[in-house]
């Protein structure tokens, strides 16, 4: 850390050893240090270790004069900034005055000195520093919190992107679970009945028809099975791809949803892994499961193409359309969880809504790729 102290230092260089006692005696007070230096040399010393409020600076010195000291105080980088005043003769001319700000000096001050012009002007630059280091201090505590915030932001981030990713893998083996364990013993069940079905006799007609409508159950129960084994976890997005599985998912919107739904594809199948496959195809089922619950729409349009080297996916409906303020406020979970999850590879979420004549939303993810 740096000795900063909130009431800074004066820094006095004269040569004159009487000159400078006389001028602590009148600047230095209760809190307020005074450091004396009898040459250019010793005071360089000082503002290496120190920062002042401000620095008096006497102008003629034998070895290093006050223009040397003051261009070499402002060479360093810790007081670069500090102010220095000048002293001079009386009879100094305006040459020598104009040498000295171009040296960096802030202000003169002719000897004689007259004690009560001297102690006001310093009193100007101690407020001044004063000033500075009070925002200083506020500047580090406001990065400080800063930081504090964007760590914890990322640590949320991280924190939702493995939820998400602990979420898929359980839809994952639940999935299979269902489909193998669940399936298997309905197949079996199915096998019994048939077997049960094919040993009754001709006049045990009602078991026979009880049989028939337990075989159908059955099968809708297959049915169903699979149907919640492929929310979970859309097999054919695995083993056909992002394309064949936005078709599927747009096909069983339709047939569940009711609302017509033409889907665009693209001829080639894109270059895309499976992480982005499957970022891609929930936020696909977020936007429907969104047309469905809230957009009042008779027609919805999906489109998926590859535009340089980006996946574009676009989703628009003829409902109530979509007000966008609210679609962007922080309350919106579910396009907060779609942007997180398209968050990681530079993906992002365009929506816009036309009252009365539509929802449009578009999402891009980067490739990666050529
Ligand atoms: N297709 C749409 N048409 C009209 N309004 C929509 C549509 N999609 C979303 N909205 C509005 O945006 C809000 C935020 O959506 P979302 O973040 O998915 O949250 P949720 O679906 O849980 O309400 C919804 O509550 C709804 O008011
Ligand atoms: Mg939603």
Redesign the pocket.
Known sequence: MDSTTPQGGILIVDDDPNSLVALRELLEGPGQSVILAESGEDALRHVLKQDFAVILLDVRMPGMDGFETARLIRERKRSRHTPIIFMTGALEDVHSQFRGYEAGAVDYITKPLVPQVLKSKIAVFLELYKINADLRREIAVRTRAEEHLRSSEENLRSLAAHLQSVREEEGTRIAREIHDDLGQALTGLKMDLAWVAKRLRADQKPLAEKAASMGRLIDDTVQMVRQIASRLRPAILDERGLTAAIWWQARDFRKRVGIRCEVSLPAEAPPIDAERSLAAFRVFQ??L???A?????TRTDVALRVESGMLVLLVE?N?????EA??ASPK???????RERILPFGGKIEIA?TRDA??R?RVTIPLGVK
Not at 319 to 323: A, H, P, S, T
Not at 332 to 338: A, E, I, K, N
């Open positions: 977020e936007l499961t969104n047309v619950r809230h957009a009042n729409a409906d409902g109530k359309g979509i007000d609210a679609a919106s979970l579910g396009f907060m969880g779609m809504g539509g929802t939303v």
